[in-house]
């Protein structure tokens, strides 16, 4: 049963200015070009604005630029940051909507002596908390998840089934981890001896900081002697494989299919593009943008976007080159045909 809520509600819950009937329900968060009536969408930039007439949501949540538009078709939120306000919004939607159920532990869960189990902390079925693990106030943990010896979980995290977090590695408060995450496997570390591989064993762990989100399927391997690091605030997508010994600043974040070899460092506030690669032992500096699909080859020293399968450069320069790459056959031949003139004119015997 579709529960709604009030503009008015919403309003005081968020912030923002009203413009219309506090009463008007909202039954649905919509995208802008498949709202509905009931449903409440928002526009983030002015070039959008043309959208504001053709859409049927209810409501719109606009910046202050679009409010005389909105307000022509119907009730709208005024709010300087639109994108952020619809962010918050959802978080406060399913609040609503999903409120928690009482914390418990699951009697099929196995949870060992000589853990500790958090105040409020829910420990869902087929769970495995290890000796020495740690789970913090109001940590959840869904169905299938494992918690190695000495592992640390954060208050508030909160672990989709099927997690493994490694022994000896911790993850900070408030954090995400979707299904299939792994945390803390074996790091690719092998030393070549007469056409063999022998194992290097892997002796660190790996340390997450607080309100950080890591997508389904995501692996993070543990440092072969010191640990691999995700500082604060660091969001994975899906289907990432971070490397041992790396370390990821503060508030980067990174899209699918993303590969960081180990001992790699990526600075703070940088972004990585999807399927995008990181070559082992490589430094980011802070702020530094990578594009999509590209293979990063040296390490950066200054903050800048930067595309390029080979060589990477600095996203201005490549895109010059890029534009330049796309006419070569056409100066091909353009030269050919000047290369025949002058061996034609060379073939001319002169008159005497």
């Given amino acids: 049963m579709t529960v709604s809520r009030s503009l008015g509600s919403i309003v005081e819950a968020l912030g ?4 219309g009937d506090a009463h008007a329900l909202i039954q649905r968060l919509a995208p802008l070009s498949t709202a509905g009536t009931h449903d ?7 070039r959008y604005a043309s959208q504001i007439e053709t859409t049927r949501a209810s409501a719109l949540i606009v910046p202050p630029a679009l409010q005389a538009a909105a307000a022509i078709r119907g009730a709208c939120i005024v709010t300087d940051d639109p994108y952020l306000y619809f962010a918050r919004l959802t978080q406060w939607w399913r609040a609503q909507h999903e409120p928690r159920p009482d914390p418990r532990i699951d009697p099929l869960a196995s949870v060992h002596p000589d853990a500790h189990i958090g105040e409020g902390a829910d420990i869902a079925a087929f769970v495995t908390v290890g000796p020495g693990a740690r789970i913090g106030d109001g940590a959840r943990l869904g169905a299938h998840t494992v918690i190695g010896a000495g592992a640390v979980v954060g208050a508030q995290s909160l672990l989709h089934p099927r997690v493994t977090l490694g022994e000896r590695c911790c993850i900070g408060e408030r954090c995400v981890l ?3 995450v792994v945390i803390g496997a074996d790091g690719f570390g092998f030393a070549p001896h007469k056409g063999q591989w022998i194992k290097i064993e892997q002796l660190g762990a790996v340390r997450i900081g607080n309100d950080v989100e890591i997508g389904a399927n995501t692996c993070i391997d543990r440092g072969a002697l010191d640990d691999t690091v995700i500082e604060d605030g660091v969001k994975l997508d899906n289907l990432i494989q971070i490397g041992h010994n790396v370390h990821i600043g503060a508030h980067s974040a990174m899209a699918g299919c993303v590969g960081v070899a180990g001992s790699a460092t990526i600075g ?3 972004t990585v593009g999807g399927g995008a690669i990181v070559l082992g032992h ?4 802070d702020h530094v943008n990578i594009s999509a699909a590209s293979v990063v080859t040296r390490s950066i020293s200054r903050p800048g976007h930067y595309t390029g399968m080979f060589p990477i450069d600095d996203n201005a320069s490549w895109e010059k080159n890029a534009a330049s790459l796309k006419q070569l ?4 031949e353009r030269l050919k045909a000047v290369e025949q003139a002058i061996e034609q004119a060379t073939q001319v015997t002169p008159k005497p």
Wanted: glycine fraction near 8%.
């Fill in 16 to 19: 923002g200015q009203l413009q």
């Fill in 40 to 46: 409440l969408a928002f526009v983030a930039q002015v």
């Fill in 178 to 180: 979707h299904s299939g």
């Fill in 268 to 270: 703070a506030h940088c």
């Fill in 282 to 285: 490589l430094s980011l500096a």
């Fill in 329 to 332: 056959n056409r100066l091909r």
